[in-house]
Nanobody, 124 residues
Framework: QVQLVESGGGLVQAGGSLRLSCAAS????????MGWFRQAPGKEREFVAA????????YYTDSVKGRFTISRDNAKNTVYLQMNSLKPEDTAVYSC?????????????????WGQGTQVTVSS
C-alpha cells in the first residue's frame, strides 16, 4: 500500500505563494500517477493537478493553470504543488492522491490512496 502525508498548508494573503508537499511511502512511487485535489467548504472535491507515472506529463485544471505547478522528487518519494498568485477562491483542503494507473487522472475515483489533507486559506 501507499501512505501519503501532506504538509505546507497555511494562511496566506491573496497574491502570495505556498508550496505543498506530499510525502509518500511505497516501493513503486516513481511509477504512480500522483494527483492533487481540493475541497472547499460546501463544495465537491475538485481536481487540481496530476503528474502521470510515465514521461513526466503534468495536467492542470483550467482555474490553476499558469499559477500552480506540480512536480515530484522520486528520490525523496515526495510530490509538490507550488501555488503562486493565490486567490481567495483557492481556499480549500488540499489532498494528494496516488494510483498505479494513468487514465482518468482528473477523476477522484481513479485514485486508490489519499492523504488526510492540508488546509490552505487565502485571505483578501
Amino acid at each position: 500500500q501507499v501512505q501519503l502525508v501532506e504538509s505546507g498548508g497555511g494562511l496566506v494573503q491573496a497574491g502570495g505563494s505556498l508550496r505543498l508537499s506530499c510525502a509518500a511511502s511505497g516501493r513503486t512511487f516513481s511509477s504512480y500517477t500522483m494527483g492533487w485535489f481540493r475541497q472547499a467548504p460546501g463544495k465537491e472535491r475538485e481536481f487540481v493537478a496530476a503528474s502521470i507515472w510515465s514521461g513526466g506529463m503534468t495536467y492542470y485544471t483550467d482555474s490553476v493553470k499558469g499559477r500552480f505547478t506540480i512536480s515530484r522528487d522520486n528520490a525523496k518519494n515526495t510530490v509538490y504543488l507550488q501555488m503562486n498568485s493565490l486567490k481567495p477562491e483557492d481556499t480549500a483542503v488540499y489532498s494528494c492522491a496516488a494510483t498505479p494507473g494513468r487514465l482518468g487522472y482528473n477523476k477522484r475515483t481513479t485514485y486508490d490512496y489519499w492523504g488526510q489533507g492540508t488546509q490552505v486559506t487565502v485571505s483578501s
